[in-house]
């Protein structure tokens, strides 16, 4: 079973190797992955869109009023509907327009900027991802790297920025030895996998 990860839709329900949230449903069906990739690169900037038609409107709104004033059709922007609401940004009420159910904006999501919105997710996968990348395709996470890459994805999302401290800082704990003595190479280790995972977040 898939782990809801983060409010990055794409990463919502994901399963290692797989990206598409769709994947279950469609099976790996080669036009729907292709169709997904060509939805990723504008799906904040969609979200966005339908946010803002909220924030202006001040009031609830269903799926079909919204394609509506954006001029889409209904199918363009189920999707992104369904993910606003895993996310937590919208909730269904009890209005309905014409037969479609109205949706409103989850306080503090109404007042929620563009930049907070664009926030990049980093997922564990990733992280060790990016492990597997500096120790090389024999490598197998143990328990106490999936507890790291974990820790190092949360502190990435959170904070948009990684430094070698702070993943020697969430090593220390998971180990249980502050200061964790590291040795040069050791250290090189986590400079290099910061600076994997800060490009993650460009």
């Known amino acids: 079973m898939g782990t809801q990860i983060g ?8 399963v290692v190797g797989e990206d598409d949230p769709c994947i279950r449903r ?16 504008h799906l ?10 909220y924030r202006q ?3 609830p709104l269903a799926p079909k009023e919204i394609c509506e004033i954006l001029g889409k059709h209904p199918s363009d922007l189920s999707g992104r509907f369904t993910e606003l609401k895993e996310m937590g940004i919208l909730t269904p009420t009890e209005f309905m327009y ?24 980093v997922t564990k996968e990733q992280v060790l991802g990016c492990i597997k990348d500096l ?7 143990t328990e106490a790297d999936e507890e790291f ?3 190092a994805a949360r502190w990435a999302t959170m904070n948009q920025d990684l430094n070698v ?22 250290t090189q280790f986590f400079n290099m996998l910061a600076s994997k995972i800060l490009l993650v977040l460009q």
């Open 7 to 14: 409010i990055d839709p794409y990463h919502r329900f994901r």
């Open 26 to 41: 469609h099976g790996g069906n080669s036009e729907s992955m292709a169709a997904w990739e060509n939805v990723k690169p």
């Open 44 to 53: 904040r900037e969609t979200y966005e869109r339908i946010l803002t038609v």
């Open 57 to 59: 409107e001040g009031r």
């Open 98 to 121: 014409k037969g479609s159910r109205c949706l409103e904006l989850i306080s503090p999501w109404s007042e929620r900027t563009k930049e907070e919105l664009s926030k990049k997710v």
């Open 135 to 141: 120790r090389g395709s024999s490598y197998h996470p």
């Open 149 to 151: 890459a974990e820790g």
């Open 165 to 186: 401290n702070q993943l020697i800082d969430i090593a220390s704990r998971i180990v249980g030895e502050e200061p964790l003595r590291l040795s040069v190479m050791q």
